[in-house]
């Protein structure tokens, strides 16, 4: 690419992950009878991509200790997780009593950009895929996880939250026969 054109190759990238996201989405749309369906379609994909993506961040981050409680997860997950996958750094926030649930707040979804839901498909959560990689990419770190959204600005509220809640630690499993 020759350097008088003056691209961002971030933003055409991004750009083109929106647009491909946004023709998945769609696709799905076309595919199933209901948009509950494609919720729990999207958010099954998000889950396998997320069991795959944390391999990729662990690669990616050898000195990365295993976190020891929540919060600590949270920070590792807004901080390095999104930015390294999304490029964006959600707000963590509205931390339960006891620490087990919280939200991330995105200013800015990438998946997002250039999309408008148009009314029937209100009770789309179009984005749905990113709760399946939470959930995904932490049940490979042996935590067991729920995330949800809360709101998205696509439904004309005024941010996105993704509402990720502890449900159990796992046990690391010994494959049969070698106990």
């Not at 996958?85 to 950009?113: K, Q, R």
């Not at 490979?140 to 996880?145: C, D």
């Amino acid at each position: 690419m020759s350097k008088s054109r003056n691209l961002d190759t971030r933003k055409v990238s991004g750009e083109l992950f929106s647009l491909t996201y946004g023709a998945l989405v769609a696709q799905l749309v076309k595919d199933y009878e209901n948009v509950e369906e494609v919720n729990k379609k999207l958010e099954e994909m998000g889950y396998h991509i997320g069991t795959r993506l944390i391999e990729d961040y662990l690669a990616r981050m050898p000195s990365q200790k295993r976190c020891h409680d929540m919060r600590e997860m949270a920070h590792v997950l807004s901080k390095t997780g999104f930015k390294m996958f999304l490029g964006v750094e959600p707000g963590v926030t509205n931390w339960n009593s006891d620490n087990t649930e919280f939200s991330l707040i995105l200013e800015h979804n990438p998946l997002v950009d250039m999309v408008e839901l148009p009314e029937h498909l209100s009770e789309l959560w179009y984005s749905n895929i990113v709760c399946g990689v939470i959930r995904g990419a932490l049940e490979m770190v042996q935590l067991k996880v729920e995330a949800h959204f809360v709101r998205d600005v696509l439904k004309g509220e005024d941010g996105t939250e993704v509402r990720v809640k502890f449900i159990k630690k796992l046990e690391d499993a010994v494959p049969a026969g070698e106990d």
